[in-house]
């Protein structure tokens, strides 16, 4: 039985609704914040996730960082060496799609060429009539860059739980991966 | 002489900041190069050996898979409070095979050894052996 530490990194625009989903998989679905209130700096909030079928976990250690400009570089302080990374734009908001590219470039500065698995998080899909950005577009850029996309609705409760599984079980899998590799060189 | 195993000097791992349970942290003092402990996630990392009796040691030799940044430090209280640093180091990037670091030490003693991983080449560092040339 292990227990790994991942510390995953939440980026996005300002309201996009990063700590919507966070608290939404902190709080198993419990707690939608209705009213917004901006992430000034950073928060953690620290979750476990059990590996199915291998008695193992994955604690997330996810720093959710305000996205508004004025922020992000002391938040950056904290992005050092990161497992994870989890890049979340509005589905509503074309804007905040267009950034997702200037985001990623932003945390691979942080991570001195190690591979770090990452997903790309439409939020808000509840939002239907109101949709800028197409699944099938958000899909295709996500796959260019080598990340696992995901459609969420924090205030539907809709998915919310996906894009951290999926990220738990991509650094389980480095993990067991690596083990491999060092048992050959011993 | 150098001793490989460096749990015949009496050393006992008493705390280390990752364990998965098929790889513990007494896989670096079995003198075997083969069994080692592997961190777990995230920096830094940390363990620390505590000997049953004070050691005077002039080399530590070091044999891991992906460290990056080390540090040394030593105690000489019975109850592992107040360390100093002895030594730290950026070890060189290996690929295929295992990194081996020597620290030459001119016969510090010591009744405990913590050793801190600040930074590794990637998210998961190994640490297979950790022998001391030293009298007790």
């Known amino acids: 039985m292990v227990k790994l530490r991942a510390k995953c990194i939440l980026v996005g625009d300002a309201s996009v609704g990063k700590s919507a989903l966070s608290q939404m998989f902190r709080s198993d679905g419990g707690h939608f914040q209705k009213n917004y209130s901006m992430t000034a700096g950073a928060e953690l909030v620290v979750k476990s996730v059990s590996i199915p079928d291998s008695g193992d976990s994955v604690e997330l250690f996810i720093v959710d960082s305000g996205g508004k400009e ?32 200037l985001w990623l470039e932003r945390v691979r500065a942080h991570c001195q060429g190690l591979q770090v698995p990452g997903v790309l998080v439409g939020n808000k899909s509840d939002l239907s009539s109101r ?54 060189l011993a | 002489m150098i001793d490989s195993a460096l749990s015949s000097f009496g050393a006992q791992v008493i705390l280390s900041a990752s364990s998965d349970e098929n790889y513990p942290p007494e896989n670096i003092i079995d003198g075997n190069t083969e069994s080692f402990w592997i961190s777990t996630g995230m920096f830094p990392q940390e363990f620390i050996f505590r000997f049953t009796d004070t050691v005077k040691m002039s080399l530590i030799n070091i044999h891991s898979y992906n460290v990056k940044n080390l540090r040394i430090e030593k105690s000489t209280s019975s109850d592992a409070t107040d360390f100093e640093v002895i030594a730290q180091k950026e070890f060189e990037h290996t690929e295929g095979h295992l990194q081996e670091n020597d620290f030459s030490l001119s016969g510090t003693t010591a009744t405990h050894l913590r050793f801190i991983i600040t930074s590794g080449y990637d998210h998961f560092v190994s640490v297979h052996r950790v022998a001391i040339e030293g009298t007790r």
């Open chain 1, 70 to 101: 004025t922020f992000v570089e002391a938040c950056e302080k904290l992005w050092g060496q990161p497992s994870v990374l989890c890049l979340v734009f509005d589905v509503s908001s074309e804007a905040s799609f267009r950034n997702c590219g």
């Open chain 1, 131 to 184: 949709r800028e950005v197409e699944t099938a577009v958000a899909q295709e850029w996500a796959r260019s860059q080598g990340l696992e996309y995901h459609e969420t609705s924090a205030k539907e409760m809709e998915n919310c739980e996906a894009p951290f599984l999926s990220l738990a079980r991509a650094f389980y899998a480095l993990y067991q991966d690596r083990i491999q590799t060092i048992q050959t």
